[in-house]
C-alpha cells in the first residue's frame, strides 16, 4: 500500500513538473530567438568597441526606436555587396550634422566620443555638413580611419542610409538575454525531472499491482 502511494506521488509531481518545464523552455529560448541573434564582428571599422571576430548579441528592434549613439547591424542595398554592417548612429532623420576637421557637432551640441580609436593618422575624409533626411541615419564607424561608412556617400541623400534597414541594436548589457536562456534551461531540466519521476511512479505502481509469488511449503522433516 504505501509503495502504491509513493507511486502516484511521484506521478503527481511528473504531471506538475513537465508541463512547467515544457512551458518555461519554450518561452524562454523562444524569446530569446524571437528579440536576439548572434553576430561575429567582421572588419576592424567598429574597433576598439568591437573587434574583428568577436561575438555580439544583438537586440530586434523598429526603425523608430533608434537612437544617437546606438550601434545598429544594418543593411544598405547599394553598398558593402549587401552584406550587413556594423555602425554608429550620429544623426537620426532631420539632425544637423557637422564635422569641422576637429569634432562632431550634431544640432550644433559637440558630440563627446570616448569609443573612438585613438592615435589614428587623419580622419579619413575632410569636413562636412549635412542634414539627415527624414526616415534615415547617418553611420559612423568608431575606427574612422578604417570605416566606409557615411562620409564616403554624401552625394547619396547626405550619406544617410535607410532606417528601414536596421536589423538590429548591439545589446550594451547581456542581462536579459542570458536570463531569458537560463529561463530556458531550467525549463529543459524541470522536464527532464518530471519526465524520470513519472517513470519512476508507473514503475512503482506496477509492482505495487504485481501479486506476490507463493512461496512454496518447507518440505516435511523426515
Same mark, same amino acid.
Given at each position: 500500500?504505501?509503495?502504491?502511494?509513493?507511486?502516484?506521488?511521484?506521478?503527481?509531481?511528473?504531471?506538475?513538473?513537465? =508541463?512547467?518545464?515544457?512551458?518555461?523552455?519554450?518561452?524562454?529560448?523562444?524569446?530569446?530567438?524571437?528579440?536576439?541573434?548572434?553576430?561575429?564582428?567582421?572588419?576592424?571599422?567598429?574597433?576598439?568597441?568591437? %573587434?574583428?571576430?568577436? !561575438?555580439?548579441?544583438?537586440?530586434?528592434?523598429?526603425?523608430?526606436?533608434?537612437?544617437?549613439?546606438?550601434?545598429?547591424?544594418?543593411?544598405? =542595398?547599394?553598398?558593402?555587396?549587401? %552584406? =550587413?554592417?556594423?555602425?554608429?548612429?550620429?544623426?537620426?532623420?532631420?539632425?544637423?550634422?557637422?564635422?569641422?576637421?576637429?569634432? #562632431?557637432?550634431?544640432?550644433?551640441?559637440?558630440?563627446?566620443?570616448?569609443?573612438?580609436?585613438?592615435?589614428?593618422?587623419? =580622419?579619413?575624409?575632410?569636413?562636412?555638413?549635412? %542634414?539627415?533626411? +527624414?526616415?534615415?541615419?547617418?553611420?559612423?564607424?568608431?575606427?574612422?580611419?578604417?570605416?566606409? +561608412?557615411?562620409?564616403?556617400?554624401?552625394?547619396?541623400?547626405?550619406?544617410?542610409?535607410?532606417?528601414?534597414?536596421?536589423?538590429?541594436?548591439?545589446? !550594451?548589457?547581456?542581462?536579459?538575454?542570458?536570463?531569458?536562456?537560463?529561463?530556458?534551461?531550467?525549463? #529543459?531540466?524541470?522536464?527532464?525531472?518530471?519526465?524520470?519521476?513519472?517513470?519512476?511512479?508507473?514503475?512503482?505502481? !506496477?509492482?505495487?499491482?504485481?501479486?506476490?509469488?507463493?512461496?512454496?511449503?518447507?518440505?516435511?522433516?523426515?
Amino acid at each position: 500500500m504505501q509503495q502504491r502511494r509513493a507511486g502516484s506521488g511521484l506521478r503527481a509531481a511528473a504531471w506538475a513538473l513537465v =508541463p512547467l518545464g515544457l512551458l518555461l523552455a519554450v518561452g524562454g529560448i523562444g524569446y530569446f530567438f524571437t528579440n536576439y541573434q548572434g553576430v561575429t564582428v567582421m572588419s576592424e571599422a567598429m574597433e576598439p568597441t568591437y %573587434r574583428q571576430g568577436e !561575438r555580439l548579441v544583438v537586440e530586434d528592434i523598429d526603425a523608430d526606436e533608434v537612437r544617437r549613439g546606438d550601434v545598429v547591424l544594418v543593411t544598405v =542595398p547599394d553598398r558593402y555587396e549587401g %552584406r =550587413p554592417v556594423l555602425q554608429r548612429v550620429l544623426g537620426t532623420g532631420g539632425d544637423h550634422v557637422v564635422y569641422d576637421g576637429r569634432r #562632431i557637432k550634431v544640432n550644433g551640441e559637440p558630440v563627446d566620443e570616448p569609443y573612438l580609436m585613438r592615435g589614428e593618422v587623419s =580622419p579619413a575624409t575632410g569636413p562636412y555638413d549635412v %542634414r539627415v533626411p +527624414d526616415g534615415r541615419l547617418f553611420l559612423l564607424g568608431d575606427h574612422r580611419g578604417n570605416s566606409n +561608412d557615411s562620409r564616403f556617400f554624401l552625394d547619396e541623400q547626405s550619406g544617410s542610409v535607410a532606417a528601414s534597414g536596421v536589423l538590429g541594436r548591439v545589446r !550594451r548589457s547581456l542581462a536579459v538575454p542570458a536570463a531569458s536562456g537560463a529561463l530556458g534551461a531550467l525549463g #529543459i531540466l524541470l522536464a527532464l525531472v518530471g519526465t524520470g519521476l513519472g517513470i519512476g511512479g508507473y514503475v512503482a505502481g !506496477r509492482s505495487a499491482r504485481r501479486p506476490l509469488a507463493a512461496v512454496p511449503p518447507l518440505p516435511a522433516a523426515q
